[in-house]
């Protein structure tokens, strides 16, 4: 609980500088709501900018956390559950119980099987599975497959969230194939109005793996040299993936919009993203707190944000802002 308190709170420091001149309240504000359990992660920082490819930002509604479970002592006392039906538990004396995220939102509602959606998803989360060109496709339940294909519906490129209005990029796994799970980037932005005072790396110093980089930690870029996020952008964007060439970095907002905190990791719907990874992924969000460091989300601990720093590989997935 401590570090996640502390991580919080240094994510509020950022908001308050980032917001310059704003009350100093903001971050007095920001770590009593974490302090609560009701932290609302993300810094937003992010801005236009070739290195962070961000541009627009959706302005759809807000996904809910994929909670729809409760924990409870009620049914044996002194003993704490997890992931109890919440239906179940007979809450009389204890309606503290009934606060529970579980029971409202989106997720509620799909729970009770009353939440209507464009497309599908688990708990209350609702996507659209696109094709190479931008299509959708036309068999939305078929699970995805290596050896599949777009024509039969079991393989495809792109993800639109119909909540938040963002399209997401879906991973390969193929190493030499460009979008592969498993490349790594080095953050890169030389921006100064959207860096937060740190230019990044062209070339990361440490891969995946934390060692010394001593090989390309990525594919089909133009120079695998420089496998950074902005050279991973100019390639996505020139590719034209699903038809479009307006993808760039998401902020940290953006990114933790698709984690699901009610499963382990990774911490998403892998029935839409299948070759999302356990692991830390880089948004546009710099730190105003140091300039060597930025926000990222990992899936591996639904808890939220990553804190880390621009020298190092981390992996990346694309957003545009709809259609």
Known sequence: MSARIDASCRHAIDLKNALAKRSAMLTVAACVVCLLGACCDGSGAGGPGSGSGSGSVATGL?????????TENITTPSIWVNNAVCWDVTWAGN???QQQDAFFGRD??????????????????????????????????????????????????????????????VKRNDPTHLRHKDHGYA?????????????????AQYGLNLSAVTAPTCAGVADVNKCN???YVIAVNTAGLCGKN???LPTVDELQ???????PAPAIDTDYFPN????????????????????????????????VTKNYAYRVQLVRSGQ
């Open 95 to 97: 309606l503290w119980g």
């Open 257 to 263: 919009s698709l984690t699901h905190r009610g499963r």
């Open 229 to 231: 996020t902005q050279s």
């Open 62 to 70: 807000l996904n809910d956390t994929g909670i729809d479970w409760c």
């Open 187 to 203: 953050w890169f932005n030389p921006d100064t109005t959207s860096n937060g005072g740190g230019v990044g790396y062209e070339t």
């Open 246 to 248: 307006d993808w760039r």
């Open 108 to 169: 509620a509602q799909a729970k009770a099987g009353t939440l209507t959606k464009v497309g599908g998803g688990m708990a209350g989360f609702d996507f659209t599975k696109i094709g190479a060109s931008g299509q959708v496709l036309a068999q939305q339940a078929r699970a995805w497959s290596e050896a599949g294909s777009e024509a039969d519906s079991t393989k495809w490129d792109c993800v639109r969230d119909n909540v938040t209005g963002l399209v997401w990029e």
């Open 276 to 307: 999302t990874t356990n692991g830390t992924y880089l948004s546009s969000s710099p730190s105003a707190f140091d300039a060597e460091s930025l926000w990222g989300t990992d899936f591996v601990a639904p808890e939220g944000n990553a804190y």
